[in-house]
């Protein structure tokens, strides 16, 4: 009896030891062998060709985004384990120059504290943390620790932050080993870390969202932390729990204005989840808004941008603001019909703030690194395209599409529309056009595939724009499946999604209840960037 106990005993200890170990190995190994890809494989059905996307499994937000010794870094909510959402860990990949990326081992494992949560990365130049020494500045990885097991049980403060340090250029992480560096308060959604150095205050600041509001902190070493102040509860919008906050200065002529950005989650204005800005003042403690609590600004009038966040450590001669989001959205980012992976980033693009009638907005234009992708140039001849008539080209994604349309005449019929399709043989199509009586771009995906896969992903979105000179500009990334719209030089922004069963092969422009004519055309068709 005995025996048989000790043996039942020893078996479970045998079990156990090879079970950790197994699940060693796959820690160990999970990276490389997702890394280590052939070709072909980046030539799966919707495998982004001009996008990040991971090698496999899953991903959402783009984290811990810092440029240092000529690399930018692009670290990413990741699970290596399945293609939905799980125990979160920090993918990572470099690039030298924002397009093409190279993958790297994963960054950050979740450990005794909890998933590893979406975060930010500074280089502290100074070694105010302690953790380096001047001359080899640690770069920092600062997190939200998330405690499954904590939240199963019902307690509402499982949300911590934590930070992790690396010495040798982003390759090798260690966790700091007093972890968390920012206990809970007793708030249920306390998350997603933006840090950022202050030289007014010589001080680090982070940006916080807890759960209606954006909460400051501030700390002299990246460890020891102070509340500072809290700003929106009741300003912009609020369908959703705010995430993935991001706070910035920029220049408006000579005037020096803050932006903040808030991801929202639902609440969207066209479903599910979408990132808010505001523009006004900081002061060390809080955000002012410029604007009145009710107004809502949105970064992108498409429905595929999410948790996007911008660079740090941007050399100062440089000085763009580079942004990237999850080209995704929460209402069906883990349903998409892709196979072996889910989910990709935006093209990097360069925020800037400018004057327009409304007032000051936010602008995104593609980085400029991309025009290094242009392989042949098609000039488009077309000038007028006929009312209710199409001139259909072929089309080779990816591809870069600049254009320039003027409409006749100063009334238009209320449903007036010009713009081009997307579409292949089976009659899927995918729309990008104008409506000048009601002055808004829109891009149409409710016929872009026949086989639906979420009801809610078959939407129209529109995007209001007042050409002043009657001018309406469109550059367009077209990517095997995504479209991203920059119009009125990046004041409108659209990024959508589409997954037809077959790929687009042809491009249609069209002209209908209107006659537009296509002033400029050209189509650059791109080089994949893996
Ligand atoms: C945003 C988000 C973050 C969180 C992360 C978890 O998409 O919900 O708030 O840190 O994803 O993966």
Not at 62 to 72: F, L, R
Not at 136 to 162: C, L, N, R, W
Not at 170 to 181: A, C, F, H, I, L
Not at 482 to 494: C, K, T
Request: with cysteine; charged share 20%; aromatic share 14%.
């Amino acid at each position: 009896m005995i025996r048989n106990k000790l043996l039942l005993f020893s078996s479970l200890l045998a079990l156990l030891v090879v079970f950790s170990c197994n699940y060693q190995e796959q820690e160990k190994n999970s990276s490389p062998v997702t890394r280590q890809l052939s070709e072909s494989q980046y030539n799966e059905k919707y495998r982004p060709q001009i996008h990040f996307s991971p090698d496999s499994m899953w991903m959402n937000d783009p984290n811990g985004m810092v440029y240092y010794d000529g690399e930018y870094h692009l670290f990413y909510q990741y699970y290596p384990e399945d293609i939905v959402w799980g125990p979160m860990h920090w993918g990572h990949a470099i690039s030298t120059d924002l397009v093409r990326w190279e993958h790297l081992p994963i960054a950050l494992y979740p450990d005794e504290h909890g998933y590893i949560f979406s975060g930010s990365a500074v280089v502290d130049h100074n070694n105010t943390s302690g953790l380096g020494t001047e001359e080899q500045p640690p770069m920092v990885a600062i997190f939200t620790y998330h405690d499954a097991e904590a939240a199963d049980k019902g307690s509402i403060d499982y949300q911590t932050q934590g930070i992790a340090y690396s010495l040798d250029r982003g390759r090798n992480w260690t966790k700091y080993d007093q972890n968390p560096v920012l206990p809970n308060p007793g708030l249920r959604d306390f998350r997603d870390p933006k840090v950022m150095w202050y030289p007014r205050e010589e001080m680090w600041i982070m940006s916080l969202a807890a759960g209606d509001h954006i909460r400051f902190y501030s700390s002299p070493d990246l460890i020891h932390w102070d509340f500072e102040g809290e700003f929106g509860s009741n300003a912009g919008a609020h369908g959703g729990v705010w995430e993935c906050p991001d706070l910035f200065p920029l220049m408006v002529g000579s005037v020096k204005k803050w932006v903040l950005l808030v991801s929202i989650n639902p609440g969207g204005p066209f479903g599910g989840s979408a990132t808010q800005y505001f523009i006004g003042q900081f002061n060390g403690k809080t955000f002012v808004n410029d604007n009145s609590d009710s107004a809502i600004l949105w970064l992108d009038h498409g429905r595929d941008n999410y948790a996007g966040v911008t660079y740090s450590n941007i050399p100062e001669k440089d000085g763009r603001r580079i942004f990237i989001g999850w080209m995704s959205n929460w209402d069906y980012g883990q349903e998409v019909p892709t196979k072996r992976w889910r989910s990709a980033m935006t093209i990097p693009r360069t925020l800037e703030l400018k004057n327009t009638e409304e007032g000051i907005r936010l602008f995104s234009r593609p980085v400029i690194e991309l025009e290094t992708l242009r392989k042949d140039t098609t000039r488009l001849n077309i000038g007028l395209i006929p009312e209710n008539q199409n001139i259909t080209i072929p089309l080779e994604i990816p591809c870069e599409i600049d254009l320039q349309f003027t409409t006749n005449g100063n009334h238009p019929e209320a449903d007036s529309r010009f713009g081009l399709s997307l579409f292949n043989a089976m009659g899927e199509q995918m729309t990008i056009g104008f409506r000048p009586a009601e002055q808004e771009f829109y891009t149409d995906r409710r016929s872009s595939s026949k086989r639906v896969f979420n009801e809610g992903f078959e939407s129209v979105q529109y995007a209001r724009f007042n050409p002043e000179d009657g001018q309406i500009e469109m550059r367009l990334y077209i990517d095997v499946s995504s479209v991203e719209l920059f119009a009125g030089d990046g004041e409108v922004v659209m990024t959508d999604l589409f997954f037809p069963v077959e790929e687009y092969d042809s491009l249609t422009f069209f002209s209908q209840d209107t006659e537009a004519i296509l002033q400029k055309g050209i189509l650059y068709s791109l080089q994949p960037i893996w």
